[in-house]
C-alpha cells in the first residue's frame, strides 16, 4: 500500500514537472529513445518453464531463455517478456539486440541467496571490489560487450530485496563487494525505461565503459538509512541521457563516477556528455553528486530543471588529494531545493583509497563549473565549498540564485575562485568578483543573466507547488 501511494505521489509530481514552463528549455536535449521497438522474435518466461510464485527460483528460465533468443540476434533481435507475477532469480545476463520487457504487475525478484550472484573481477578502473579486496558479485541484471539493449516494460518493477544485503555489509558479514542492481559494462545502445527499481543491494542502475545510454521515465526507492543504495551512477560512460525519474534512496540519487585513484588514472576512461533533465528525489545525500571516484575524469554535463527535498545536499562535488582526474565545464541550472541541509557543497577532502599505492601528489583539477537559477526554501548553509590546499577550484560560477537561509553563516569557501551574480544570502569573498562580459568566458555556458528575473519568477512559482 505504501509503495503504491509513493507511485501515486511520484506520476504527480511527474505532471507538474510536463507542465511546467520551463519544462522543455534549456541548451541540453536527448534523442528520442527506441524503446517501444518492435522485435520480430518474442517468447515468454513461461515457455521456459518459470513460476511466478516468489519462491521457484527462475534463474536458469531466464538463462534459457536468453540463450534461445540470442540465436534472434542477427535477425532483428528478440523481446524476452515476463509477465505479472513474481519471479524469483539469481544474477543473469543479456545479449545484445534484446529487450527484457516486464508487463504490467511483473516483478523480478533478487534471490536473497549471495551463491545466486556469482563473483566477478573488480572493474579495471577501481582495482579491487569498491567495498573490500578482491571480486564483487555480479548484478541481478548483467551484460557486457553488448549493442542494441533495452530494458522496459508496462511499468513493472525489478526488486534486489536488499535488505539481507544491507544487514551483511552492516555487520562485516561480506566476502565480496555487494551487487548492483543492474550493471552493463562496455556497451551501447541502452535503454532503461519505464520501470520501477526497489531495494538495490548496493548502486541501482550503473552503465559503466558504456556510450550512447539512456535512462527515462524510471522510479528508484530504496529506504533512507540503506547504505550506499545510489540511484543512476554513469561511470566513465560518454554520451548519457536521464530524465524523468523519481528517485528517493539512502545514497547520492545521481552520481557521476569514472574510476579510482591510480586506477581509474591509469584506465583513463572519462565519463562526459552526460545530460540530466527533470529529476525529482530525496535522500539522506545528495541530490546530483560528482565523484568521489573520478580520477579518469568528468567533463560536459548539462543537468537542468531538478527538484531536490528533505535531502542532506543538493549539488555536490566530491574529491581528494590523490584522486587525479579532473572536473571540468559543468552547467547545473533551474533547481528547486526544499527542506535542504547544504545547497551547494564542494569537499576536496572525501572518501578512502584502494590501497598504500596510490599517489597523494596526484591532485584534480576542478574548474568551469556553473550553477544558475536555483532557489530554496528551508536551507541550513547555502554553500561549503572546500578546495585543496595548493589546488584551487577554479573558474567557479553561481547566477542567480536565491536561497532562504536558517544559518547565520550561510556560506563557507577556502581554496576557490570563481565569480558570483545575483546570489542571496551574499556568497563568500573568493566568490565576491562580479560576473561581467569580461569575465564571462571563464564560466562554462553561463546564459544571458539578464532573463535572470523572469527565471527567478518561474522558480518562485515552482516553490509554492
Request: glycine share 10%; hydrophobic share 35%.
Amino acid at each position: 500500500m505504501r509503495i503504491a501511494f509513493i507511485l501515486v505521489g511520484v506520476l504527480l509530481v511527474l505532471a507538474v514537472f510536463s507542465d511546467a514552463p520551463w519544462a522543455a528549455t534549456g541548451s541540453a536535449h536527448c534523442k528520442p529513445t527506441n524503446s517501444g521497438e518492435i522485435r520480430p522474435h518474442s517468447v515468454s518466461i513461461t515457455e521456459f518453464g518459470a513460476v511466478g510464485d516468489g519462491v521457484t527460483l527462475n534463474t536458469k528460465a531466464f538463462q534459457n531463455a536468453i540463450f534461445y533468443l540470442n540465436s534472434f540476434a542477427d535477425k532483428g533481435g528478440a523481446k524476452l517478456f515476463v509477465p505479472a507475477g513474481r519471479w524469483l532469480t539469481g544474477s543473469f545476463d543479456l545479449i545484445s539486440h534484446l529487450t527484457l520487457w516486464l508487463d504490467k504487475g511483473a516483478v523480478i525478484l533478487g534471490s536473497t541467496n549471495s551463491n545466486d550472484w556469482p563473483v566477478i573481477d573488480p572493474l579495471p578502473s577501481y582495482g579491487q571490489g569498491r567495498e573490500l579486496p578482491g571480486g564483487r558479485h555480479r548484478s541481478l541484471i548483467y551484460g557486457r560487450n553488448l549493442t542494441d539493449v533495452i530494458i522496459t516494460g508496462d511499468n513493472g518493477t525489478i526488486d534486489g530485496q536488499g535488505d539481507i544485503w544491507w544487514n551483511w555489509f552492516r555487520t562485516g558479514n561480506l566476502n565480496n563487494t555487494r551487487p548492483h542492481l543492474v550493471e552493463l559494462m562496455n556497451s551501447t545502445g541502452v535503454v532503461i525505461s519505464n520501470l520501477t527499481f526497489l531495494n538495490s543491494p548496493f548502486w541501482t542502475i550503473h552503465p559503466v565503459y558504456c556510450s550512447h545510454v539512456t535512462v527515462q521515465n524510471v522510479t528508484i526507492l530504496a529506504p533512507h538509512d540503506s547504505p550506499n543504495t545510489d540511484g543512476i551512477d554513469p561511470d566513465s560512460s560518454h554520451t548519457v541521457c536521464i530524465e524523468d525519474c523519481y528517485i528517493s534512496t539512502g545514497d547520492d540519487l545521481i552520481a557521476i563516477k569514472s574510476g579510482w585513484d591510480e586506477y581509474g588514472i591509469a584506465y583513463a576512461c572519462p565519463s562526459t556528455n552526460i545530460i540530466i533533465r527533470r529529476v525529482i528525489g530525496e535522500t539522506r545525500s545528495a541530490g546530483i553528486a560528482i565523484g568521489s571516484e573520478m580520477s579518469g575524469g568528468v567533463s560536459e554535463v548539462h543537468a537542468e530543471n531538478l527538484r531536490f527535498f528533505n535531502s542532506s545536499m543538493g549539488i555536490v562535488i566530491k574529491t581528494s588529494a590523490g584522486r587525479g582526474g579532473y572536473v571540468r565545464d559543468i552547467y547545473i541550472s533551474n533547481v528547486t531545493l526544499v527542506n535542504v541541509d547544504i545547497a551547494i557543497r564542494f569537499i576536496g577532502h572525501y572518501g578512502e583509497h584502494p590501497d598504500e599505492f596510490y599517489d597523494p601528489k596526484a591532485l584534480p583539477t576542478i574548474e568551469r563549473i556553473t550553477v544558475e537559477n536555483v532557489v530554496g526554501e528551508n536551507i541550513k548553509y547555502a554553500g561549503l565549498l572546500e578546495g585543496i590546499e595548493g589546488d584551487k577550484f577554479l573558474n567557479i560560477c553561481l547566477s542567480n540564485i536565491t536561497l532562504n537561509v536558517t544559518s547565520e553563516s550561510p556560506w563557507n569557501c577556502s581554496y576557490i575562485q570563481g565569480y558570483s551574480d545575483l546570489v542571496y544570502p551574499k556568497t563568500c569573498e573568493s566568490l565576491g568578483e562580479i560576473l561581467s562580459p569580461r569575465n564571462y568566458s571563464d564560466c562554462y555556458q553561463l546564459s544571458n543573466h539578464l532573463r535572470s528575473s523572469s527565471n527567478q519568477k518561474t522558480g518562485a512559482w515552482f516553490l509554492s507547488w
